[in-house]
């Protein structure tokens, strides 16, 4: 107990430095347990797409999952409307990463009942955090002047193992709250564990070697590979024009921090960025972080698949 109390107190800190310095906003408390009213719903809501479909797995079935997530290309203030606030408050349960990979940022602009939010990642342990120094944002407040801040990388499903800890927080959270149906969680929680230790042991064959990616949102999955992974700090795609002979120099510098020529892109980059990378001798590959939380643009794939197509990608790459 007294482990976890000073592991959620650091985490709670870096958090508080790293966004709510910046922000106001909160839910609200509730006292009581998670499920200490008197009906439920039998509605789980999730806010990012590997969440939604790590409980979808777990809860099959039984229990009606709602992804409550922004779509592809909407701003970083975006905030669900009416219809998806309440469905969010009258939900037996919401499933959400929490304070030391805070992924759905926006759940701090809406008031929510705090006892019923699953943070997937209370039962991490420290050092399966990620936290980057040099974040993007560059402001001014207070005596401080202008700074930036330390960024929690919120990716922590791109670590098979650490998305398995994370299963297993969603499945005492629905045993917790639907006890009758704990052996079908547990069953179904089974098959999950699966599929989540093949990609890991896909993982552990990945040839050893050094990436440059465009943003740390890729470290969960370097890391989990044992990639050595130079970040280029938050990379924004630019537009063919506007990008100055200045900018591509300072792009190279920084990519010279790497002895590698493989660039790692959560974002696919256009035709004409790779050709012009490829002229000055890297190699640029595309991979999927679900960073816009939500669903699969392809229908038919799904997270596991998509982690496979991930993985075949960079063991492609890092054998050529």
């Keep these: 107990m007294g482990k976890q109390l000073l592991v959620h107190c650091v985490l709670l800190i870096l958090f508080l430095v790293s966004f709510n310095g910046c922000q106001n906003g909160g839910g609200d408390q509730e006292s009581g347990s998670s499920f200490g009213r008197q009906?439920?719903?039998?509605?789980?809501?999730?806010v990012s797409y590997p969440l939604d479909y790590m409980t979808r797995r777990i809860a099959g079935d039984s229990i009606a999952t709602e992804l409550i997530a922004p779509p592809a290309g909407a701003p970083d203030q975006w905030t669900p409307d009416e219809k998806q606030i309440q469905t969010l408050q009258e939900?037996?349960?919401i499933i959400a990463n929490g304070p030391g990979a805070p992924f759905a940022r926006w759940m701090v602009r809406v008031s929510l009942p705090e006892s019923r939010i699953c943070h997937t990642t209370d039962n991490l342990d420290l050092q399966d955090f990620?936290?980057?120094k040099d974040y993007r944002v560059v402001h001014r407040h207070g005596p401080e002047g202008e700074h930036s801040h330390p960024f929690m990388v919120a990716q922590t499903w791109l670590d098979p193992l650490t998305a398995k800890k994370q299963a297993q927080q969603i499945a005492v959270a629905l045993e917790t709250g639907y006890p009758e149906m704990a052996s079908v969680f547990r069953d179904n929680l089974r098959g999950l564990e699966k599929d989540l230790d093949g990609l890991a042991a896909r993982m552990e064959v990945i040839p050893d070697g050094q990436v440059i990616t465009s943003t740390p949102?890729?470290?969960f999955l370097t890391r989990a590979a044992g990639l050595e992974d130079t970040h280029l700090l938050w990379f924004d795609l630019p537009q063919e024009p506007s990008w100055s002979a200045t900018e591509e120099q300072d792009f190279v510098a920084r990519a010279k921090q790497s002895n590698s020529k493989n660039i790692l892109f959560d974002?696919?980059?256009?035709?004409?960025?790779k050709n012009r990378l490829n002229a000055l001798g890297y190699q640029t590959y595309s991979l999927n972080s679900f960073s816009h939380g939500g669903l699969p643009e392809d229908a038919n794939s799904d997270f596991i698949r998509i982690m496979n197509e991930n993985l075949e990608t960079l063991q492609n790459g890092l054998s050529q």
């Design 39 to 46: 009906t439920r719903s039998n509605r789980v809501s999730t």
């Design 267 to 273: 974002t696919a980059p256009p035709d004409w960025l």
């Design 217 to 219: 949102r890729l470290k």
């Design 91 to 93: 939900s037996d349960l």
């Design 130 to 132: 990620i936290s980057v």
